[in-house]
């Protein structure tokens, strides 16, 4: 009855393992009838995901659809590119739905529906158009993986802040961005100009940047959860590299939504480029910092690299 499948991840989010996937029957009974429910294939553990990943790909559906945070959906594609080179079917490209499942849902974002019952609709009745997700292949510390954004410095910070808390949600992300601010931010927290960080950038062997900053990284989606958006050139197949340094009162501003409220000025952009050819980017840092990983926190690192990589491309659905 229907031309896709649909990946759910018994894992992601907050609500846990039974709630979550029974609000993704409701939202799909709500978008496809009765028989939608047979187009959920779950996954609890990276066996599941390999097996139900090469019967996905055996198979050559023509579309999928994953339902999870950030970090399955990064997994997911992962396990994608290994098995689709495994089994040399290079050939296939399924259309690509990310469904909201987990927390921050920056890539679900992305693709501008208002929900998920909105998306599968459309999806179903191919009322959509796609562009290229052009991945990041991040190194750190020879651990190679795609990823739809990376992080350093104050962010994985503010992550640490939020593991470690009761308050969950768009409230709490914001009250760990506050703590951060207001306690962990040791160079005067109201000072736009000043960074805890040190960073020495490198495009393909050539030094295009050193200096301080409080937070940054690279992303190929402009948002990074509760539709902050810090990386808006990232759409269309292009990349994002940005660092900047922010007072806690002008932490905001990097947010799309408040634009309006604070005001913008020059001194808290330390450096942006454009990525939209397969540079090797290196990153050094004065001291270890906080690196995070599509909402993952991923320990800390005098050290990373970042290749985009058009060549490990997915076709991304995003609403009309």
């Avoid at 659809?65 to 399955?72: C, I, L, P």
């Avoid at 599968?120 to 052009?134: D, H, I, V």
């Avoid at 020495?200 to 690279?218: M, T, W």
């Amino acid at each position: 009855m229907f031309d896709f499948q649909i990946i759910h991840s018994t894992v992601s989010g907050k609500t846990g393992p039974e709630q979550g996937l029974n609000s993704l029957k409701a939202d799909v009974a709500a978008a496809l009838g009765g028989g939608g429910e047979n187009t959920i294939r779950t996954c609890g553990n990276r066996e599941d995901l390999d097996r139900v990943v090469e019967g996905l790909i055996r198979d050559g559906v023509p579309r999928l659809a994953v339902s999870g945070g950030d970090g399955f959906s990064r997994l997911f594609y992962n396990v994608f590119f290994q098995m689709r080179d495994a089994l040399q079917k290079h050939d296939y490209r399924p259309h690509f739905l990310f469904l909201a499942g987990g927390t921050g849902n920056a890539i679900s974002c992305f693709t501008n529906f208002r929900n998920n019952i909105e998306a599968l609709k459309c999806f179903a009745s191919r009322e959509y158009k796609t562009q290229p997700l052009n991945l990041l292949e991040v190194d750190l510390n020879g651990q190679r993986e795609l990823v739809h954004n990376v992080s350093f410095g104050g962010d994985g910070a503010v992550l640490l802040n939020y593991n470690a808390q009761k308050l969950k949600g768009l409230i709490g992300y914001i009250w760990a961005v506050v703590r951060y601010g207001v306690y962990q931010k040791y160079i005067n927290p109201f000072s736009r100009r000043s960074g805890n960080f040190v960073v020495d950038i490198e495009d393909d062997g050539g030094r295009v940047h050193r200096g301080s900053f409080e937070g940054g990284g690279a992303a190929v989606v402009p948002f990074v959860g509760y539709r902050f958006k810090p990386y808006p050139m990232a759409d269309n197949g292009i990349g994002h590299l940005r660092f900047v340094n922010f007072a806690l009162w002008l932490m905001p501003t990097v947010f799309r939504f408040t634009n309006m409220l604070f005001p913008r000025g020059p001194k808290w952009l330390v450096f942006e480029k454009r990525l939209d050819r397969p540079n090797l980017i290196r990153f050094r840092f004065l001291k270890p910092v906080h690196v995070q990983v599509c909402g993952d926190y991923r320990d800390m690192h005098e050290c990373a690299q970042v290749r985009f990589a058009p060549d490990k491309s997915l076709d991304f659905v995003k609403k009309k």
